[in-house]
Structure formats: C-alpha cells, structure tokens
C-alpha cells in the first residue's frame, strides 16, 4: 500500500507543479494585476472603466454572440455527422479522418482559408469561369463564422461521437419492438442519452469561441471585434496589461459561468 502510494505521489507532483507555475500562477497574477493601477497601487478603476464603456459592453456581447452562433452552427453539422459515422461499420478511420484536420497547426489554416478566399483566391477562380465578377469574401462577418466553424467541428464532433458510442443498441431495438419508428426513436431515445456528449461539446466550442483573435484579425479583419481581439490590442499594442487582463478576467468568468450551465447534472445525479 505505501509503495503505491508514492507511485501517485511520483505521478501527482510534476503535474501539480506544471498545474501551479502555467495555469494558477498566470491566473492569479492577471487577477492581481486587473486589481492595480500601472504604479502597483489597488484600485477598482479597470473595472468601472470595463463597466463604465459602451464599447466594451459592445464587444462582450459580441463575444457572446459569435461564440453562440458558432456553437450552433457546429451543432447542426456535427451531430448528424456523428450519429452517421456511428452506423458505419469502419466508423473509427472515418472519425479519424475526421480529427485528421485539427493536427494542423490554427494558422496554417487560417492562412489556407486567406488563400481560399480571397479576391483571386480559388473560390473567385471558380465562380470567375461563370461568369461572376471577383467578389470581396474577405473581411465579413460569415468568413468568419465558416472559418471559425471549421475549425471547431472536430472537437463537437468527437465528444458527440463518443456519447452516441456508448448508448446501448438494444435500446433502440426495444424502441422499434414498441412501435417508434426511427425519427422516434432518435428523439426520443438516442438524443436524450446522448446529451452529456452534446454539453461536453458546446463547452468544448463556445469557451474557445468566446476568446477567438487570430482568426478575428485575419479573417474577420476589423469588422470582428471581440474581447479576445480586445485583450490582444491592450497587452501587445496599448500595453495596458491592467486593463486587459481586467478583460481576462471577465472572460474567465463566462467561461465557468459555460461550464456551469451545461454540466453534466445526470452523471452528477446518479453519482450521488
């Protein structure tokens, strides 16, 4: 028992130090900083100037609003995605290729995108052969989200997928043995039991989307402006790092505020 004892302590500690030095030492010195003026002094100032402004309350909703409409639209392509790819019989190489995209590094594919779009990009070199002049598909709100939405269908995708996996098959033959056909069957039976892979993957989505930039700034251009381009302006070009990480900070909060609302309560439940 003591020898497998310290196998975890062994295991716990390089973790509990990685855990300490990048994820609460960053936190806590942006929680600090967002509290001071640029001398050091305490001071609730960031904060009334973030409450205070139209135009931040602006980019917060923003935020909030690009990350909920790529939510859903993530959704409605990933789960018919899913639930197809679990009635193939080679269903792990499809989802692999699948996830296949997200071992490609974000900027590398933001600048594809760039390459796809833009004026004598490969999308106008198509539609040029009917006789369309060049449009500006660049710079737009819905370059955006498809570019955003792209990016992030993998990880609603697998989540979705995994939850779908688990469900019994014999549920959905006892369903059909009472009479439900197959659109009752996954409205009733397959999506309900499904719905701790959907809540996994509208966290694993929306809390990213909330804090997007790159992909703000490059395809977006400044059209998009959010809190994540925000933050971004204040610590790298203003160099006002109280301010931004008063933002970080307010950030944070929506996230855990996310996590909060679509946690898992039936898991929870029963656990208890």
Known sequence: MKAKQQRQIFYIVPYGIWLLLFVIAPLMLMLFQSFTTSNGHFTLGNYGAYFGSGTYLRMTFNSVWYAFLITVITLVISYPTAYLLNQLKQKQFWLLLVILPTWINLLLKTYAFIGLLSKTGTVNSFISFWGVAPQQLLFSDWSFLLVAAYIEIPFMILPIFNSLAEIDPRLSQASHDLGANKWQTLRYVIFPLSMPGVKAGIQ?????????????????????????????????????????STIGVILIVAMIVTMILTRDRVRKNIRK
């Open 204 to 244: 694993a989505v929306f809390i990213p989307s909330l804090s997007l930039f790159m992909i703000t700034r490059l395809i977006g251009g400044n059209r998009v402006i959010t809190l994540g381009t925000a933050i971004e302006e204040h610590f790298l070009v203003t160099q006002n790092w109280q301010l931004g």
